[in-house]
């Protein structure tokens, strides 16, 4: 059974590995290099994400709640992700006062990271047969920091999901074993400096914290309760 506290721990971890804090920093933003060959572009929000990926989602949603920025953020939504605003310090400085203050704001990014990313990374676990909660921490992870369960990183092991007879702390050991090397070596130094996330699950992994009721779970040097 994933209860809302496990939900919730697992959203937190998760926030860490994004903002630093537990709680998540709703007005944060990160420049970073890391989109369309290697161009750079914001990245929002309580569990970030990126002005190429899923901000103008994110945007239209607090519009239709009607936040108090949201005739502001109307001018821009035909052009975020389509045009580059990481250099735009008008729209860069909205999205900071939405999220300090706005309360709209906040709740529509609750909303939105639970839609667009919680609840397909929910989808893979259960239908894979995934039972434990450090899965789905592992699996949520993987759907907010690439997206997704990434098939060429699938390929790399030979485990089957448990729907399929697999056995399922092999199948995550061998994932996060798997996504622990692609990040390590990979040509792009800002992944690399992403290996805290795999190195955490390899801890929980080794210390049987299969049901997340071992706690604090310690991410990325922060201790993390419920």
């Known amino acids: 059974m994933i209860t809302e506290p496990i939900k919730r721990l697992i959203e937190r971890v998760v926030n860490v590995f994004e903002t630093g804090t537990p709680d998540g920093k709703y007005s944060q933003i990160t420049i970073l290099a ?3 060959n290697g161009s750079r572009q914001i990245t929002y929000g309580r569990s970030q994400t990126t002005e190429q990926g899923n901000l103008a989602k994110l945007i239209e949603m607090y519009i239709r709640n009607n936040g108090t ?11 975020i992700g389509k045009q580059p605003l990481v250099d735009n310090k008008t729209f860069k400085d909205l999205l900071r ?3 300090k203050e706005d309360e709209i704001m906040r709740s529509t990014q609750d909303e939105f990271f639970d ?4 609840k397909p990374a929910y989808e893979f ?4 047969g995934f039972e434990l909660p450090l899965s789905l921490l592992v699996i ?5 920091h690439s997206g997704s369960i990434p098939q060429f990183l699938r390929k790399r092991f030979g485990e089957y999901p448990p729907a399929k007879g697999g056995d399922e702390k092999k199948w995550i050991t061998s994932y996060v ?29 080794t210390a049987e914290n299969w049901q997340l ?13 419920v």
């Open 125 to 128: 676990f259960a239908t894979n």
């Open 177 to 205: 074993d798997v996504r622990h090397q692609w990040l390590k070596y990979h040509t792009n130094p800002i992944l690399q400096r992403t290996i805290y996330r795999t190195q955490c699950f390899k801890d929980q992994i």
């Open 69 to 79: 920025f949201a005739e502001q953020f109307s001018k821009y939504i035909d052009k």
């Open 115 to 118: 839609l667009a990313y919680y």
């Open 213 to 225: 009721d071992k706690l604090p779970v310690m991410a990325n040097g922060v201790n993390v309760n």
């Open 34 to 36: 890391d989109g369309k």
């Open 97 to 99: 006062s939405a999220g």
């Open 140 to 144: 949520y992870d993987s759907y907010i």
